[in-house]
């Protein structure tokens, strides 16, 4: 049987019956067809190499074009499905920062990204293409002692509030997007550090990063219990997030170790899931889990559609083929083994010697 290649994702934007994914490890744009159950290649963002680590690891749908929140990519891209057009944004400097924006929310015809490694809120004016930097007022000289990590994926918005839980430090960025004003409000031991936060209508929920356990918290965020997930696991955890599910259960979800389902309703009780994701997401009815081993659940009340994310190794080298001109390079990885490399090397070298 020829050999797969699985495209692993973090974010898929639904349009009708396809859901498109932008690759963590290529630089491949693709779709999946739910109702063909069929893999397209679509396109490649312009400028980057075609081995190139999460380009962009949270896509909007802005009318009929997807834009492209830039992670380690160049600029801000905005694609046009239909015509397979694409319009570059740049950016203001900003340091040569690798892991820009994790996520972004798009508001009438702003767009605010939310700085990974970055402290800050970058503000895109759709209808003129300016930009506004907004200081998120973290303690800086901490990441001395730290990895320089602010804000993941996760958000919830009450009113004209964002809510994030911050990986830097033991605190919930609330920012009004009205006024544009920015408060990090404290919450928990000063050595907590996030990975996500949730709202259930009544109570925030927010989970740590490196630790199996959760926070619920009132909406003013004072703490009314910890919850320990797994006393007995002392194995290495990361979390990625966490999200209120449609039948009242809260998933936790790990990229590294445990995953953890909360039936809060039912005295906290908590079932193991030994599986790792590279995302979960829920909108309107449907909730999305996307396995790090490329399944990818879609899931609907009581039904659920199992996908097998990944395309024939010669399929994705033909459109690299096809895709590049230039010569590329990237380090070996267990996701990428060198001679995946040189293979693609070798397609890139006919390609360039034939024209």
């Known amino acids: 049987m020829e050999e797969k290649v699985n495209l692993l994702t973090e974010c898929g934007v639904r349009i009708k019956n396809k859901i498109y994914f932008c690759s963590t490890y290529y630089n491949v744009v693709f779709s999946l067809d739910m109702e063909q159950k069929d893999i397209i290649l679509e396109s ?7 081995l190139s680590d999460r380009l962009s690891t949270m896509q909007l749908l802005i009318e009929d074009k997807l834009l492209f929140v830039p992670m380690n990519a160049k600029k801000v891209w905005v694609w046009e499905i239909g015509t397979n057009h694409w319009h570059g944004i740049d950016l ?3 340091e040569g920062v690798n892991n820009k924006f994790f996520q972004a929310v798009v508001m009438k015809n702003i767009v ?4 990974c490694q970055l402290p800050i809120i970058l503000r895109l004016n759709l209808s003129d293409e300016s930009i506004k930097i907004i200081k998120i007022p973290f303690n800086i000289h901490l990441y001395k002692q730290q990895q320089k990590k602010y804000l993941r994926r996760d958000y919830v918005i009450i009113d004209n509030y964002i809510y994030m839980a911050s990986c830097f430090d033991n605190c919930v960025m609330r920012f009004d997007y009205d006024d544009e004003s920015v408060e990090l409000l404290k919450v928990g031991k000063d050595n907590y550090r996030y990975a996500g936060i949730a ?3 009544n109570n925030f ?9 959760v926070i619920r918290c009132d909406k003013e965020l004072n703490i009314i219990e910890e919850v320990i997930l797994d006393e007995e696991n002392d194995e290495i955890i990361a979390i990625n997030g966490i999200e209120i599910l449609s039948d009242n259960t809260i998933f936790v979800e790990s990229r590294f170790g445990m995953s953890y389902l909360i039936h809060y309703e039912k005295n906290m009780l908590v079932d193991k899931v030994d599986k790792t994701f590279m995302y979960m997401s829920k909108e309107n009815e449907y909730e999305y889990f996307f ?4 399944v990818f659940t879609v899931k609907k009340g009581n039904k659920k ?19 590049f001109t230039q010569k590329f ?17 070798d397609l890139m070298e006919d390609r360039v010697g034939k024209a």
Do not use: H
């Open 44 to 50: 490649i963002i312009p400028m980057e190499d075609a």
């Open 92 to 94: 203001p400097d900003l």
């Open 199 to 201: 709202f259930d209508g």
């Open 291 to 294: 396995e790090k081993n490329g």
């Open 112 to 115: 605010f990204m939310f700085g």
């Open 205 to 213: 929920w927010l989970t740590l990063e490196y630790e199996a356990r």
């Open 305 to 323: 559609e199992i996908f097998d994310v990944s395309v024939k190794r010669r399929v994705l080298y033909k459109f690299l083929k096809k895709s």
């Open 329 to 345: 390079n990237q380090k070996e990885n267990s996701m990428f083994r060198l001679d995946d490399y040189l293979t693609v090397l």
